[in-house]
């Protein structure tokens, strides 16, 4: 079973930013969602196992970056321009499939964003 620890989440002002990370104890395809208190977990960001596709919300698409390292096991969201609306624990997820557009088995434990006005 594939282990992920997300890290990085802090409070920031509206306008800055930010870069989590998420170590994987294996490469997968990765995703990042994102739950804001009330609301669903949502869909944020996506890549592939080779990092040649990526795929973003549209709410988020021109603002976040999502990479991850010559490895392959460390994934980033590089956040600009954040918004209160950013506000959410993100979490990372991992799974087999090529595309992460939807949750798979492995999350990881979230890490908290607060984006002040």
């Known amino acids: 079973q594939v282990q992920l620890v997300e890290s990085g989440g802090r409070l920031v002002q509206a306008g800055g930013s930010l870069r989590l990370s998420c170590a994987a104890s294996?490469?997968?395809?990765m995703g990042w969602f994102r739950q804001a208190p009330g609301n669903e977990r949502q869909f944020v960001a996506a890549?592939?196992?080779?990092?040649?596709?990526?795929d973003y919300a549209d709410s988020v698409k021109g603002r976040f970056t999502i990479s991850r390292d010559n490895a392959g096991n460390t994934v980033y969201l590089q956040m600009n321009t954040l918004k209160p609306e950013d506000t959410a624990v993100y979490y990372c997820n991992a799974d087999s499939r090529p595309v992460v557009l939807s949750p798979g088995p492995y999350w990881g434990q979230g890490t908290q964003v607060t984006v002040s006005s």
């Open positions: 890549i592939n196992w080779s990092g040649g596709r990526t």
């Open positions: 294996e490469r997968y395809p």
